[in-house]
């Protein structure tokens, strides 16, 4: 029993870990997990990660986060013998390359005054950008010396560019996750930022995900309002099985109607890769509408074929022949033709979606034209698939969220949690 | 039930696993947890199920989960016939409340899958197939089965179950099952199997299949698996399928006419069937006929 205690106190420690990663991990799991190590032991290391993650781990995403937290909390011996050896030759070169950048730094001081910080941030920047500064500053060395308050205010502000971009890359986001799983990375990434190899494989996780997303729409469509007024024709139908009577009674489900949804879509050119896998996504999702009508606009507007709109691949050829790609944007033209056409597209019971990033010629124009919209569709949602961190530098973005309820959807993941809102 | 033996009694099986996967089937088996596996569809779930039911020398009891299935399909339903038939009988008893008390009797309940598997003297396998498929309200009446492996017949009480049965529970994702189904149960992840584990399961199944041409179908089925303009990802079923058929038909090696006449057994919709002829065209096109398929 005490092999026992020993492995709930490490269990119990570990189950913390899992916890802090998202996993929700019961004391009955650790008591089973201590359990089953007491049977299996300590041997084999893959055993071990194995049954523990059987244990704790109750999804594909949660087995990829114990994998990692178990990698580092249960180190095997040459792990341990691997870091050690790795933070010492880290540290070894940290100090060598910390030497050399001092040096290097006593070199260029007179040349280019850095501050504390400056200089600190310089002494950590790899070697090949330290060397590309160096580069820069020996050719313009003439210029600099014949005229120095001309050129020291320039060669600082390329060295202050420099820190701040290696600063940027260590803080991309979603690179990790990629390395991790391939599919969640994709889910994590800007959407502006694939490459054209990795489309499709966005395009088969999209309709993935559209049908994790059909399927819970769908449950809870069925959830909702679990009875509503008799269902006569099965009540009797069911009672025949017990000689007429009335034993169990059926009920009808509400109807839940669906709305129309009316999607005005921004194809200028920056817009159209997020607008197609946008679109892919609306149009995967067949719990979402009862049916929908899609506007292509960018400096006029034109509706596209559903037809078309059937098969997504053949998206940017439909958006090139209707001759409005690569254009600019007039959202304000586009909302006063929806607007104004008649027979009326909006009413009371469509929601108008717009995909634009907000950038559009004439903005008061087009708020003008937003709220008359708003005033005649029953909801309306703005996807932008600008970042939400960079709407405050974006005055439109401000001026269209004061009208609209605007949802980020620069990745595929808030692409699908925007969907789920639909 | 120690890891060694659990092996060696799956080894009788004709099943192909890893090692990974034994841990899994021990680990949820040691702690009576239901094992709930989830995967693409074809990966070879449910089969998992039967191996165990055949490794543990017990009955499988399977439910397949369906749309709008409840507690009168998957647990109980009274014998309403029976019932009335017994009202009519005993109409002049006088022991009314005796009548009522009797009519409410194991005579008259009709058994279904679950019932059946904790009602059971020897222990079983019970295979919940495909959960997904079934209502969010199923799955919560589950609940109380799979943590407390007993049930609630309101006209009875509770039924405690005689032996604990080994639960499994199979879903192709469809929907996300609830945190407290999960919460509930021990989890497994099955891949389509990679080339070598394909080829092992090819063997096994078929061993009078000649190596060669296993080695040529696995490698082909992998490629479609990898091609993403393909829909519908070939199953190990259907690999099996496929070779048995290239067997039948006496081909020995897998070249394009091969493929083309036999490409609907492992292809089972037109548009997959329409880029495998235009991938082939391609790649004959580019090395000039020289090729096997």
Known sequence: MADTEVYLEKLSAFARILRMEGLSVSPRDTEDAAAILTRLGFEDRETVKTALMTVYAKSREEQLKFSSAFDGFFLSEEAIRAQARQRAEQERQRQEQMEQAGEELEQIGERVRLDERERQSYRELPQEARQKLQDFLNRYKGNVDRSPQLYSEFIHSVFAKTMMEQQMLLENAGVGAEELDPELGLLCRDIGAFRDTEIPKAIALIQNVARQINGELSAKRRGQGSSGKLDFRRTIRG????????????????????RKLVILCDVSGSMVQFSEFALRFIQSLNQVAESSRTFLFSETIVEA???QLQNMDRFRDTVRASGIYGRGTDLGLALRHLCDTRPPVLNQNTTLLILSDTKTVDTARALLWLQEAKRQSGKLLWLNPIPERNWKYIKSVGAVQSIVPMIPCSTLGELAAACRRL | MTLDELKSRLDETSYVYDENMLTTLFVALTLGRPLLIEGAAGVGKTEVAKVMAHALGRDLVRLQCYEGLDESKALYEWNYQKQLLAIQVDQGREDK?????????????????????????QPVVLLID???KADEEFEAFLLELLSETQVTIPEIGTIRAKTTPFVILTSNRARPLSEALRRRCAYMHIDYPDMDKELAILR????HVDDRLAAQVALAVQKLRATEAILKKPS?????????????????ELTPEAIRKTAGFVLKNNEDLLTLAEEQQEHCGACQGHCHG
């Open chain 1, 305 to 307: 074929d559903p037809f």
């Open chain 2, 130 to 132: 495909e959960i997904d």
């Open chain 2, 236 to 252: 190990i079923a259907e690999t099996l399928d496929w070779t048995a058929a290239l067997d039948a038909l006496g081909i020995a």
């Open chain 1, 239 to 258: 009672s025949l099985s017990s000689g007429g009577s009335l034993h169990r009674l059926y009920f009808r489900k509400p109807r839940t109607r669906k």
């Open chain 2, 97 to 121: 409340q005796e009548l009522t008390k009797s009519l409410f009797s194991d005579a008259y309940l009709l058994e279904r899958p679950l019932l059946k598997s904790i009602r059971s003297e």
């Open chain 2, 204 to 207: 096994k199944k078929l061993p």
